[in-house]
């Protein structure tokens, strides 16, 4: 009687929890496959979409087997919610790829072009009209990880300044990192989320 007891409840709420996690890992790894495609890392893309794959068979197997159980929907629905959260969240810790920043200041960036600099950034600055008036436009491409360096900057040095930041795909400057620092930022994930 407990067998039975037990065969009943794994297939009411057993077999819903893997679907939840299956479609939680399978729609994480998309969400980075995704994004690593639109980053040109093609060696990832595909390895990535194997284990995509594979894992989705499996929850989508476990739903067709059990149809009359509509927990296993809900189940399948909240694994594909919370897989594009967390695929979302983990390609944020990784931080790949560059971005260029742009910054226009209406007061004097000298200070904080010089403070840019200092951090080896390359900085392009140029003389431009707002609205109001004279403006400087900065131009600066940085890793992805340094975004929170680079804000922070801003707002001690021209906390008006407006700006923006937008990813590029190919970048042709020597200076900036190469695959080795791909490479260590998934060691700098697995290190963070032990914290």
Not at 11 to 18: F, Q
Not at 139 to 161: D, G, Q, W, Y
């Amino acid at each position: 009687m407990s067998e039975l007891f037990q065969q009943e409840w794994f297939t009411l709420y057993g077999i819903p929890v893997l679907i939840a996690l299956a479609r939680i890992a399978d729609v994480s790894i998309g969400t980075l496959r995704i994004i690593f495609v639109s980053k040109g890392l093609r060696l990832w893309a595909p390895i990535l979409g194997f284990f995509e794959v594979t894992i989705w068979l499996l929850a989508i197997s476990k739903v067709m087997e059990n149809l009359t159980n509509p927990i296993n929907y809900i189940a399948y629905a909240i694994g594909f919610s919370l897989g594009n959260y967390i695929g979302m969240f983990i390609e944020n810790r990784l931080a790949i790829g560059m971005v260029v920043v742009r910054i226009i200041t209406k007061r004097d960036s000298h200070i904080l072009v010089a403070a840019l600099r200092a951090l080896k950034y390359s900085v392009t600055v140029a003389d431009a009209e707002g609205n109001a008036g004279a403006v400087n436009i900065i131009f600066t491409v940085i890793k992805r990880s340094s975004i929170a360096v680079v804000r922070e900057l801003i707002a001690k040095h021209n906390p008006l300044a407006v700006y923006s930041i937008e990813d590029v795909r190919h970048a042709s400057d020597p200076s900036f990192p190469t695959e080795i620092s791909r490479r260590s930022r998934f060691s700098q994930l697995f290190r963070g989320m032990r914290k």
